[in-house]
């Protein structure tokens, strides 16, 4: 019965979606004020049923409810609680259900939030919102229904995958959903602008909150994913290139010079063609990363020719909305009017710098992904687009805009002293060359690139500090604390957010120098791996509440021979599915990582080992999670949020001015 | 992240990755550092987007003990490589070759960044000239005075929507 209320909700709601993406557009067009201030109760009411659904297909899933097709085949009565409730969204029905209750909450946060927005505004957003919705849940309902029942319900389930049993599967998909799907409200905000002719510094700050909480959690979420692929896949890497992962990557690139472009449209109303292009790019984006993931498109082209509804409808989708998009962008563009000027050497020109090499990297991700299912479509010929390629592409791109950031940083708005800023900076470089030489000593040498990476990050990260104290101390050191507290906000969000980028490079060229061992060894023996030794004492076998377990039991010894670990791998096979997972063990040391993954094992006291010293490592994912602080940090600037931003920036400059 | 979000995404089961096992390696570390860098550069033909170096399906174990052959056979690393592509075609390469057909790929990124430095640096030329040939608006005619003074005091346009 429940089921059912949660499967009428959904068509409720779609029925909701359909009227909220017509009448407001109908009443914006006619100036009936009546049929526009409907949409922010119609978003609101088509998020209480989408939750609806969702709670009732949630419900399904805890009580184990195997009449329900999509449960049956997803889940398992001795499935942990965590993963009976994360295991909603793991698979395709469910995750598209998560997809559209987030585009539905998108909605219903700006009809709560932004009601300072002009009424037009304001519902023909909704509007667009909500016909991106409707034609989710029209996708939902038609092809990827999780309501459907069994007329015979089986007594268990099928199983979750395994690999998915992890608590990642309850964190990584939400977050990374938050931020791919989020963008579409600043893409709604994009269309509507266009639409009415609105297209000014207004509309980047009203859209800039709402960029800021996209980009977050799209940050948030792919360091979530990247971290669980490092524990969970055996082997430590941090990032694939895979599709899959591209598929994010590209909107958080133009996302990134979205959120960039912003400012200078904010500031100085200048970029603004461009700056809603990338509105309208990002989600594209984030649409076209949907199709790729759910067509089968990637498994190969012949797997989407032979099951090629979903596949269709979703292209079906990607084609109106970015099309349609394009087409109003096209017609509108004429109708902008060029910005205030400024000189390339200003803060302008840096962040234009910015916005040129994060979209060429876009696109260096995107002709890589997408190449070689477009060549294979076309000529029938098969190539690979691996790690490789993207290596030589995108990496590359991302130096000199690495190297860019603390000279950005410097230089005024409209027109900047390089000279001024490049005078302050030699300290900041000749600091990061010092520091990469310490590294060069403590590690006895090593590849240059990877020191040159580690001279980067320093570079980075001092760079961005020395904004601050740059600030803090230019009328003197005497007041030096009063001043540093009153740095606005936004600022020293840019400033955590660029030094997160710094610790990034850092952990990334620290796995240069990572101590890699594959061995077999069997119970007693004892090896060295970089300045640690570690002991098998044994195997054991264990038994989880779904899973039976092999379990090698480590002691990880430090120089002098004193033990501090007991370390576990250990490999499982999931009742359910009969699947082997391997579970990796880790010590941690300050940033660094002892990390164990075990293989095949031979006769009850032998077992394959890859085992990792990997230096500095976490800070791949700390980067990532202090840039997303700095967005937090910087959406809880009022100046950004409260409409009236220069009447306080003028209060903020005037106090370095005694 | 591969085996998780494609097992998200399509629901396909891949087994833990072990890949390079212990027997596999040579003894000669120079070697092996050399097998293991061609290996990462190879695709396992059977999974998706995986290295061989990645995988734990049985085709990459073979293609690996193959690549460790040549090795020990004293091939280079190019020879190595064009055995492969020879054997399987250059869908075996993930990093594809620098060819005709290939031509978009590797040129897109490079002319998109040439073209929009070219783009960025014609905007700021155009602006320069812009500054420097109207240094003021010309002054406005009686009428557009007149205009001006109609809109100031008119009530703000209704919502424009067509």
């Given at each position: ?78 499935k ?8 909603v ?110 297209v ?23 360091a ?84 090629p ?8 989708i990607?084609?109106?909305f ?26 302008e ?277 202090l ?9 809880s ?22 | ?6 097992a ?56 690996r ?15 190595v ?27 897109l ?18 602006r ?13 005619s ?21």
């Open positions: 019965m429940i089921v059912e209320i949660g499967h009428f909700a959904l068509i409720l709601a779609f029925a909701v979606a359909v009227f909220q993406a017509c009448v407001p557009v109908w009443g914006a067009l006619r100036h009936d004020g009546v049929l526009v201030r409907l949409a922010p109760r119609a978003a609101l009411l088509q998020f209480a049923l989408v939750a609806l659904a969702f709670a009732s297909l949630t419900q399904a899933y805890l009580t184990s409810d195997f009449s329900v097709a999509n449960v049956f085949q997803n889940s398992h009565t001795l942990p609680f965590i993963y009976k409730w994360s295991g969204w793991g698979n395709h029905e469910g995750s598209m259900l998560l997809w559209v209750l987030i585009l539905a909450l998108f909605g219903a946060a700006v009809a709560l939030f932004s009601r300072r927005l002009p009424d037009d505004m304001l519902g023909v957003t909704l509007a667009v919102q909500s016909m991106i919705a409707a034609a989710f849940m029209a996708f939902l309902i038609f092809t990827s229904n999780p309501f459907l029942r069994l007329a015979n319900p089986p007594f268990e389930g099928r199983d979750l995958n395994p690999v998915l049993q992890d608590p990642g599967l309850a964190v990584h998909p939400p977050l990374l959903y938050l931020g791919y799907v989020g963008f579409s409200i600043v893409f709604s905000f994009a269309a509507a602008a266009l639409i009415l002719g609105r000014d510094a207004a509309f980047a700050r009203m859209v800039r909150p709402w960029t800021l909480v996209a980009w977050i959690a799209l940050t948030l979420g792919i979530m994913g990247s971290y669980w692929a490092y524990y969970e896949l055996g082997w430590g890497g941090f990032w694939f290139w895979d599709p899959v992962e591209n598929a994010s990557l590209m909107p958080w690139l133009t996302g990134t010079a979205l959120l960039h472009s912003a400012i200078v449209m904010e500031k100085r109303e200048a970029l603004k063609i461009w700056t809603i292009l990338l509105a309208v790019i990002t989600f594209s984006l984030s649409l076209l990363g949907t199709f790729l993931v759910r067509s089968g498109v990637l498994t190969s082209v012949h797997a989407f020719a032979v099951d509804e979903r596949g269709l409808f979703i292209l079906f990607l084609i109106v970015i099309g349609g998009s394009f087409t109003l962008f096209a017609l509108r563009a004429n109708a902008m009017r060029a910005g205030s000027l400024f000189s390339p050497v200003s803060r020109g840096a962040l234009v710098f910015n916005n040129l090499f994060l979209s060429v990297a876009a696109l260096a991700v995107f002709v890589g992904t997408l190449y070689p299912l477009l060549l294979e479509a076309l000529t029938g010929a098969k190539i690979s687009v691996g790690a490789p390629f993207f290596d030589l592409t995108a990496v590359p791109l991302m130096i000199p805009l690495f190297l860019a950031i603390p000279v950005g940083q410097k230089l005024a708005w409209k027109r900047g002293d390089l000279a001024g800023a490049m005078s302050r900076l030699w300290w900041v470089l000749a600091l990061a060359v010092v520091g990469a030489a310490v590294v060069s000593f403590a590690v006895s040498g090593g590849p240059v690139m990877a020191l040159a990476g580690i001279g980067l990050g320093f570079f980075l990260i001092f760079g961005a500090f020395d904004d601050l104290l740059d600030r803090a101390s230019r009328g003197g050191w005497g007041r030096f604390m009063p001043r540093l507290l009153a740095i606005p906000r936004a600022n020293v969000a840019m400033v955590l957010a660029h030094a997160g980028a710094g610790l990034m490079v850092l952990g990334i060229s620290a796995t240069a120098f990572e101590k890699e061992k594959i061995i077999s060894v069997k119970a007693g023996e004892t090896f060295q791996l970089a300045h640690h030794s570690l002991t098998l004492n044994g195997l054991t076998t264990q038994t989880g509440p779904n899973y039976n377990a092999l379990v090698a039991r480590f002691t990880l010894r430090d120089g002098a021979g004193a033990p501090i670990a007991e370390l576990n791998p250990a490999k499982r096979v999931y009742v359910g599915r009969q699947m082997p997972t391997s579970e990796v063990a880790r010590y941690r040391e300050g940033f660094s990582e002892v990390y164990l993954a075990i293989g095949e094992t031979s006769g009850g006291e032998r077992v394959d080992l890859r085992a990792y010293y990997k230096p500095y490592v976490l800070l791949i994912w700390l980067g990532p999670v840039m997303a602080f700095g967005g937090l940090l910087s959406l600037d009022r100046r950004l949020r409260v409409g009236a931003p220069r009447r306080a920036r003028v209060a903020v400059q005037g106090s370095p001015a005694e | 992240m591969r085996t998780i979000l494609a998200l995404a399509l629901l396909i089961c891949l087994g833990p990755a072990f890949a390079v096992k212990p027997e596999e390696q040579l003894a000669d570390p120079a070697l092996e550092a050399r097998a293991r860098a061609i290996s990462g550069g190879i695709r396992c033909l059977v999974c998706q987007n995986q290295s061989i170096d990645d995988s734990d399906a049985s085709l990459a174990r073979d293609l003990l193959l690549v460790r052959e040549r090795l020990k056979a004293g091939d280079s690393d190019q020879a490589q064009d055995f492969l592509v020879a054997r399987y075609g250059e869908f075996v390469l993930l990093k594809p070759t620098l060819s005709a057909r290939n031509l978009v790929l590797w040129g990124p490079l002319a998109a960044l040439l073209a929009g430095g070219f783009a960025a640096f014609r905007l700021f030329g155009r320069r000239a812009e500054e420097s040939e109207t240094p003021a608006a010309a002054p406005l009686a009428e557009e005075q007149a205009e001006l003074e109609r809109l100031l005091h008119q009530d703000p346009p209704k919502p424009a929507g067509s």
